[in-house]
């Protein structure tokens, strides 16, 4: 999350939106999005029903937690680029589908 903190106007130029979205619970994000990573961007909570990472094929259900992966959504809705696992906490794959995205 910080690395997307730290490149947040690149997306903005981009004309991308960049949200979080968590399976853990709102007091939890809370606290880490306010007061320890102090995002500008929201995050959201898919505690209760995990639906948001099952639909997204990201959810471990075993153990309830979602995989770590980056999605890139496009204007109508297509998914446009997937990162998974450790490649998906850097922001520079994501953010050159937004690049291109935006000149189209």
């Known amino acids: ?13 981009a004309g991308a939106t960049v949200i979080g979205v968590s399976t853990d619970n709102l007091p939890s994000l809370g606290h880490w999005a306010r007061e320890v990573l102090k995002l500008s961007f929201p995050l959201a909570s898919d505690f209760a029903r995990r639906e948001v990472a099952r639909a997204y094929g990201v959810l471990n259900e075993t153990s309830g937690i979602a995989n770590r992966a980056t999605f890139v959504i496009g204007p109508d809705g297509r998914i446009l680029h997937v990162e ?20 189209q």
């Open 1 to 13: 999350m910080t690395a997307y903190q730290a490149g947040i106007a690149e997306f903005e130029k």
């Open 84 to 103: 998974e696992g450790s490649s998906a906490i850097d922001p520079e794959g994501a953010l050159a589908v937004c690049r291109r995205t935006k000149r």
